[in-house]
């Protein structure tokens, strides 16, 4: 390995070297890597560089030397772990079980700790937070975000923020389901939606939707307006406090209904580790992994014994697997299912469909280049198949694709498989 953790004077005191005792990652989940190499071929970055210490095996070996009395964080080793998209394709691939998705994000939070990130970096992320996270702050800018599309063919991050704001729902914002939404036929359970951050402030309407679908197949359906957010952003990004505040937040606004259902990729998986994160809290860590335990993507609930009648829908369409729904939660079969239960519908598998389109949160903000060249092969693999819509279940995911479909001069409509189901089951064409 080219690219060393620097040696310090922390050591001496602190035989965890660059890393402090809060929630480190673990020597034994390093250990659990055998280097065989078979990330290497699934990793996003690694395809992009050709560069060990931006593969899975590399930074986990960059983590293991962190681990080393006397090191520190230097600049190169933050840079290879920053680069990471957290996509969890090597989650996927390895053959010996290396919790990853454990190792990155407890990573990530040591530097934002002990990393001396450039007054720049720092601005960028906190307003990235204070809005993404907020979404009675974040609603009323994205109105003004779509109004400056000459800003959209900017480099850096400004032209970045600028081109995803262009893929936003024109009524995203403004619909919103119903506080409950009963039943229909014999009740299954009572569940509570998550309205969540983004995907309440800029595409509602996916939200309506999941509550209209989940009580036409039996579910009682609440909607509350907490949580604000369930932390998923901070959680990988790097702010585990941030994020464990949230996760505190969200158990307590959900815990008593039957079962907590999710429609945005990245918000699912980060609550279903809310066992993890919490696992060191010994007033929450009982609740959250119940907690956790109970949540479901909406269309891996949905696929289970599905009632509600299906109308035609004559549309071809390109399915694009989340990487926090296909890799974090194994949920790949499930949406597919639901899909090819619309009659009608004419399903399509992109080339390299479970590839990273470079969102990853907000890796597509402040990794800007790198995301860009994984958004356009995403949306070329898609215009491939020749398909009338792309259907994709996150909402960073969507508005990733949305911009580089435009950008190619291509602008397919990129929906949630759920706003399909719905406008079958009511009868009705997209729009």
């Known amino acids: 390995m080219s690219a060393q953790s620097e040696p310090g004077t922390r050591g001496a005191q602190d035989p965890l070297g660059a890393f402090d005792a809060e929630r480190p990652p673990p020597l034994e989940l390093i250990e659990d890597c055998v280097h065989c190499g078979f990330c290497l071929p699934a990793c996003p970055t690694y395809a992009l560089w050709g560069d060990e210490l931006d593969s899975p095996r590399g930074r986990i070996v960059l983590m293991e030397e962190a681990h080393e009395p006397g090191r520190k964080l230097s600049p190169t080793v933050v840079e290879h772990w920053d680069r990471c998209l957290g996509c969890m394709a090597c989650v996927t691939a390895c053959p ?3 919790r990853y998705d ?25 307003a990235i937070f204070a809005l993404a996270t907020h979404p009675a702050r974040l609603r009323p800018l994205l109105p003004l975000a779509r109004l400056a599309p000459a800003l959209a063919g900017r480099g850096g991050t400004i032209g970045a923020v600028a ?3 262009q893929g936003l729902p024109a009524r995203g914002g403004r619909t919103r389901p119903p506080a409950v939404t009963p039943a229909r036929g014999v009740r299954r359970a009572r569940v509570a939606l998550l309205q969540g951050c983004v995907q309440r402030a800029g595409f509602g309407a996916v939200n309506a939707a999941s509550a209209r679908v989940l009580a036409a197949e039996g579910f009682e359906v609440h909607a509350p307006e907490a949580p604000r957010c369930c932390g998923a952003l901070q959680h990988h990004a790097g702010d585990a406090r941030g994020a464990m505040a949230l996760a505190r937040t969200t158990i307590a606004a959900l815990e008593a209904f039957d079962l907590v259902v999710v429609n945005a990729a990245g918000c699912g998986s980060t609550m279903k580790e809310y066992g993890e994160l919490l696992g060191d809290d010994p007033a929450w860590a009982e609740r959250a992994a119940g ?8 269309c891996e609930l949905l696929a289970d014994e599905p009632r509600a009648p299906r109308h ?8 694009h697997d989340a990487c926090h729904l296909a890799h974090a939660q194994g949920i790949r079969e499930q949406p597919r299912a639901l ?15 479970e590839a990273c389109c470079g969102s990853a949160g907000i890796h597509n903000i402040v990794q800007p280049e790198a995301a860009a060249e ?18 994709v279940a996150n909402p960073g995911c969507a508005l990733q694709l949305s911009a ?7 602008p397919l409509p990129v929906r949630h498989p759920i706003e399909l189901l719905a406008a079958s089951l009511e009868g009705r064409q997209l729009r």
Do not use: C, W
Not at 339 to 353: A, D, N, V, Y
Not at 374 to 391: K, N
Not at 404 to 410: A, E, K, T
């Open 374 to 391: 994984l958004g356009s092969r995403s949306a070329r693999a898609a215009l491939e198949t020749g398909a009338q819509i792309v259907a």
């Open 312 to 319: 035609p829908l004559e549309l071809s369409v390109a399915y």
């Open 404 to 410: 580089h479909l435009r950008s190619l001069g291509h």
């Open 102 to 126: 454990t190792l990155i994000t407890r990573t990530r939070a040591q530097v934002e700790r002990h990393h001396p990130r450039s007054l720049s970096e720092r601005l960028k992320r906190r």
């Open 96 to 98: 010996s079980g290396v």
């Open 291 to 298: 907690f956790a335990g109970r949540v479901r993507d909406v």
């Open 163 to 165: 081109a995803l704001a």
């Open 339 to 353: 899909l090819r239960s619309i009659p009608g519908i004419e399903l399509h598998e992109p080339t390299g469909g």
